[in-house]
């Protein structure tokens, strides 16, 4: 049994570039849920997407978009990068919306 | 919405001590987790617990819903155990988790 596996692991970006962002779920899980972990603070919910329908959002701006496929796995797109989007982005699957979550090791991004 | 506060903000052990972290929510929830975020960033769930006791070797936790806390227990702590501990919180029907503000361990030898 895989874990949840998130790709790329760093990323440096300049400001008003696009990126995306991929998370596999754990084997078995339907729901993904993306949270943005800014330096010394806790993870803050982004959105959560349920059997490939958006299920959930946080206080975050349009610009951040995602998508999950019929696997389950889920990408998150943020458009227009600002530098406060310097962040660990990290993603978690769990068996249904409101369970236990498995976070992967994260994405380390950082805007220029 | 929810508000969600640990204490203490850090605490620092020698390896075999026993220690008590705190997690205190503002209103009723019907979904809580423990984790424990590594010095590599890497965050592990440690319990799903909206209410009652769980245990889990050296570890075990208890929520009371009814007062809006939860407590976690580590006890023979090693140095593994160093890093932060969440306590995470949701009211409605989807794990959209309200971290609280974490209490950073250190384990020293």
């Known amino acids: 049994e895989t874990g949840v596996t998130q790709s790329p692991t760093h990323l440096i970006k300049t400001r008003g570039q696009q990126v995306t962002l991929r998370c596999s779920s754990q084997?078995?899980?339907?729901?993904v849920s993306w949270y943005q972990q800014a330096l010394g603070q806790g993870p803050q919910f982004i959105f959560q997407?349920?059997?490939?329908?958006?299920?959930g959002r946080g206080n975050f701006p349009p610009r951040f978009s995602g998508l999950q496929f019929p696997n389950y796995s889920s990408e998150l797109n943020v458009n227009a990068l600002e530098l406060d989007d310097s962040a660990l982005y990290l993603c978690?699957?769990?068996?249904?919306?409101?369970?236990?979550?498995?976070f992967g090791s994260g994405t380390q991004l950082s805007v220029l | 919405g929810i508000q969600v506060e640990q204490s203490p903000p850090d605490l620092i052990l020698q390896e075999g001590a026993n220690s008590t972290l705190r997690c205190n929510f503002s209103?009723?929830?019907?979904?809580l987790q423990w984790f424990h975020q590594n010095p590599w960033g890497q965050l592990i769930n440690l319990f799903y617990?909206?209410?009652g006791t769980k245990q889990n070797g050296r570890l075990s936790a208890t929520t009371v819903a009814t007062e809006r806390y939860s407590l976690l227990y580590i006890s023979s702590s090693q140095t593994t155990d160093s890093g932060v501990y969440f306590c995470?919180?949701?009211?409605?029907?989807?794990?959209?988790?309200?971290f609280g503000t974490g209490t950073r361990l250190q384990v020293t030898l």
């Open positions: 978690a699957s769990s068996l249904g919306p409101n369970e236990k979550l498995f």
């Open positions: 084997s078995g899980h339907n729901t």
């Open positions: 997407y349920y059997r490939e329908e958006e299920n």
């Open positions: 209103d009723s929830v019907n979904n």
């Open positions: 617990i909206p209410s």
């Open positions: 995470a919180v949701e009211r409605g029907t989807a794990s959209k988790l309200t």
